[in-house]
Nanobody, 122 residues
Framework: QVQLVESGGGLVQAGGSLRLSCAAS????????MAWFRQAPGKEHDIVAA????????YYADSVKGRFTISRDNAKTTVYLQMNSLKPEDTAVYYC???????????????WGQGTQVTVSS
């Protein structure tokens, strides 16, 4: 079992920045692929970014490339999402998720956090 707790969401103006954190507890954090998803009102979960267990491999959705950066600190069992140049269309609930392998990066994922709201005003 893995428990995930997201934090760092909030309200920001367009062009601003936020840093999301996801603290994990439970089984060995460093053995998992970690990812961030988001869900806007009326839409499905979409993957935003993912990072391999070592941190050497990353994946980004086209919509966030060049603006968002995913990273992880295995010693702190935490994964981060640095979000810069935010746009109103980035408004969503952001979720942290884990899976045991790097393959099939879009899913399915084994464990999910409760989510944190990010709102970007124009």
């Amino acid at each position: 079992q893995v428990q995930l707790v997201e934090s760092g969401g909030g309200l920001v103006q367009a062009g601003g920045s936020l840093r999301l954190s996801c603290a994990a507890s439970g089984r060995t954090f460093s053995s998992y692929t970690m990812a961030w998803f988001r869900q806007a009102p009326g839409k499905e979960h979409d993957i935003v970014a993912a990072i391999s267990r070592s941190g050497l491999n990353t994946y980004y959705a086209d919509s966030v490339k060049g603006r968002f950066t995913i990273s992880r600190d295995n010693a702190k069992t935490t994964v981060y999402l640095q979000m810069n140049s935010l746009k109103p269309e980035d408004t969503a609930v952001y979720y942290c998720a884990v899976k045991s392998t790097w393959s099939q990066i879009l899913g399915p994922y084994d464990y999910w956090g409760q989510g944190t709201q990010v709102t970007v005003s124009s």
